[in-house]
């Protein structure tokens, strides 16, 4: 009977290899040669391993990526007979216990043209070196071998040298700037370094060298012992927390991290400044943080080629919010207190201006946040979305309630406390949405009082930009084209006629006394427009119904002199009769039809002085003493109050003053002129 076995391609095995995607995994093979290089010298030296192993590694490159090369030396255990034997045998097992995987040397192969490599190793008592070519083929991989004495006084050493990048992805991401190179040299091998046992490793990069683990202690100025956390589902993991020096974070892609490591080698390193919040911190603002984080449940769940865990990256953030932070938070308690004093006054400024969002008190609000956030709408956009869940959750209890005393024998003493409950939280949602609305008239109050000063201040025929100003607060315009190509004019759905009389909250526009043409060309000119702005009658009216309209006219604040014509009486009187009379048509094209029985209610805002104080002084006053009634005894049904311009605003406080007073705000906002 004949046996026939399988026969291997190493070829194929190596092109299959996953190839770089980014300068880490550019650098893994190197990383693979420096990673046997600490192993051989720990092997040989073990506790003294600090003191006594030496690795020396050149790299050579450039921005044009011509003549790339690296060497890696160590004065470790060389290839003896266990390493010789595990060096020519694909996926050994011979370095299982320290993460090895056996396709460090593939990995050579698929990154480089040309590997040499020379070493002096003990065979018994005597010492013997080895040197040969490194090659990618189907037979023969080690070719030009060749093995003699040396003098039993030399030292073991293990040296290698790659050249030549091959062109399936390292020679694109291999980097081409020497500092890259130290970066991810420095974050790959963090936790060898700071471990306390690793090697003298002298690394230079063009004219420059670094000195490990030497200069990782220079740069970290504070950092905890090692922090076991045990967890049900990762097993138990370990933490180090090192405070370092903004240096140790130059040439990366942020400011504070933490590195997953596998078999004392960083897999992933996860940036973390978006949940931290901090750019820098410490007295000169001048540190950053960084995190080690080791355990059984990495090292198991990392593939061969050591770049990358084999379960998903959500779960790198659920270690991160699970394991991690609550330490860090500890670890770096005084920044973050800081930090979270900024957060505390965003959070106030918000719900000043959205009082909706503010379900309970600042630090209840706070606990809801990442810690670090301080992006206004971010935050806003938490705490949005917490209201909302506690809406529906609020939602779901009164349902469930109402659901159950609708069915027979319910017991309504029995969610006498649910409803009481349930009642009390519509009771804060209401009191919460209304204070954000008064905020806002809040706001509007403030800014048409100071708009008044500057308007009366300035009588420029440029002043008219801030007549524009104010009436657009009050009853902004717009233009609309029709169908035809003609233009009308129509105040925008939202208004602030409340500012006038809360019967006015919810009018619409509907007419005008001077035609629609004229105004859309007075209101695209930048000739005057404060004319017709502020000295034509709005009609409004609250339903399509006729039975009330509501006709307001302003005057420009300060003025003083009017032609014979613009008694404000008769101007109102000349509108209404056209009204009547059934010849205009509204701002949809619509004949206007008003009956007998029509009420209006006719408002004019201006300072009441000149010729206006004249025409209405024998007009009824009102109970305040400040404004002006007029109620005619035929024509119409109705009256036309005069109200100036300080009176309007007073009174405006005054009706909302209660508003702020339940809402308990104080008015303070993120739109308020004298606001943070």
Request: glycine share 6%; hydrophobic share 35%.
């Amino acid at each position: 009977m004949v046996s026939t076995s399988l026969r291997p391609n190493l070829v194929k095995r190596v092109q299959r290899l996953p190839k770089p995607t980014n300068v880490a995994g550019a650098l893994q093979p190197l990383f693979e040669a420096i990673s046997n290089s600490i192993h051989s010298t720990q092997a040989k030296f073990g506790d003294s391993a600090p003191r006594r192993g030496k690795i020396v590694v050149t790299v050579s490159t450039n921005r044009k990526k011509e003549d790339v090369w690296a060497t890696v030396e160590d004065n470790g255990e060389g290839l003896n007979k266990s390493n010789w034997e595990a060096f020519t045998t694909t996926d050994t097992d011979n370095k299982i216990q320290t993460g090895g995987k056996g396709v460090g040397r593939l990995l050579w192969l698929d990154c480089f043209e040309e590997i040499e490599i020379v070493s002096v190793f003990r065979s018994g008592l005597a010492r013997k070196k080895r040197s040969f070519r490194f090659v990618l083929a189907l037979e023969d991989q080690i070719r030009g071998e060749k093995t003699s004495s040396v003098s039993p006084k030399t030292d073991t050493y293990f040296w290698v040298k790659f050249g030549g990048l091959k062109d399936n992805g390292y020679l694109s991401k291999f980097p081409g700037r020497e500092s890259f190179v130290f970066q991810h040299l420095t974050s790959h091998f963090l936790p060898t370094f700071i471990g306390g046992r690793c090697p003298a490793i002298a690394v230079h990069v063009g004219d420059e060298t670094r000195n490990y683990p030497e200069d990782i202690d220079k740069i970290v100025s504070r950092k905890s012992p090692e922090i076991p956390v045990k967890t049900a589902e990762y097993g138990t993991l370990t933490l180090t927390l090192m405070e370092c020096e903004k240096v140790a974070s130059a040439d990366m892609k942020g400011s504070h991290f933490i590195h997953f490591i596998a078999h004392d080698r960083t897999v992933k390193s996860q940036c973390i400044d978006g949940k931290l919040g901090l750019k820098y911190f410490g007295e000169k603002q001048d540190r950053v943080f960084h995190a080690l984080i080791t355990g059984e449940y990495l090292n198991e769940n990392v593939n061969q080629e050591r770049t990358a865990f084999l379960f998903e990256d959500v779960v790198i953030e659920r270690i991160i919010n699970d394991v991690c932070t609550e330490y860090i938070n500890k670890f770096l308690a005084e920044p973050l207190a800081e930090l979270s004093g900024k957060q505390k006054e965003i959070i106030e400024d918000i719900t000043e201006s959205y009082p909706s969002v503010a379900f309970g008190d600042t630090e209840e609000l706070q606990a809801k946040l990442p810690s670090g956030e301080l992006n206004d709408d971010a935050i806003y956009g938490h705490l949005s979305r917490e209201r909302f869940r506690r809406d529906q959750r609020q939602a779901e209890k009164i349902r469930s309630v109402l659901t159950r005393l609708k069915q027979t024998g319910a017991d309504i003493r029995a969610f006498s406390d649910v409803l009481k409950e349930a009642g009390k939280a519509i009771e804060d949602a209401e009191k919460r949405s209304l204070a954000e609305y008064v905020v806002r008239r809040k706001v509007v109050l403030d800014f048409i009082e100071i708009l008044l000063e500057k308007v009366r201040d300035d009588t420029r025929d440029s002043s008219y930009q801030r007549e524009d100003i104010l009436h657009s607060f009050i009853c902004p315009l717009r233009i609309n084209t029709l169908a035809n190509g003609s233009t009308k004019v129509e105040a925008a759905s939202s208004h602030d006629l409340w500012i006038l009389d809360e019967r006015l909250t919810f009018a619409r526009y509907f007419s005008s006394d001077v035609e629609f043409s004229i105004l859309s060309a007075a209101v695209q000119s930048e000739e005057r427009p404060d004319v017709l702005i502020f000295d034509y009658v709005h009609g409004l009216r609250q339903t399509e119904e006729p039975s009330k309209v509501l006709l307001v006219e302003f005057k420009r604040p300060g003025r003083t002199s009017y032609g014979d014509d613009e008694n404000p009486q008769l101007q109102v009187e000349r509108y209404i009769r056209r009204l009547q009379s059934g010849i205009l048509v509204d701002v949809k094209g619509r004949p206007i039809k008003l009956d007998s029985s029509t009420v209006f209610y006719c408002f004019i805002v201006a300072d009441i002085m000149g010729k206006l104080n004249e025409w209405t002084y024998s007009w009824q006053r009102t109970a305040d003493n400040r404004g002006r009634i007029y109620r005619p005894n035929s024509g119409f049904l109705g009256s036309i109050e005069l109200v100036g311009w300080d009176a309007l605003i007073e009174d405006a406080r005054a009706r909302n003053q209660a508003f702020f007073d339940y809402a308990g705000i104080s008015g303070r906002s993120l739109f308020s002129p004298t606001g943070p």
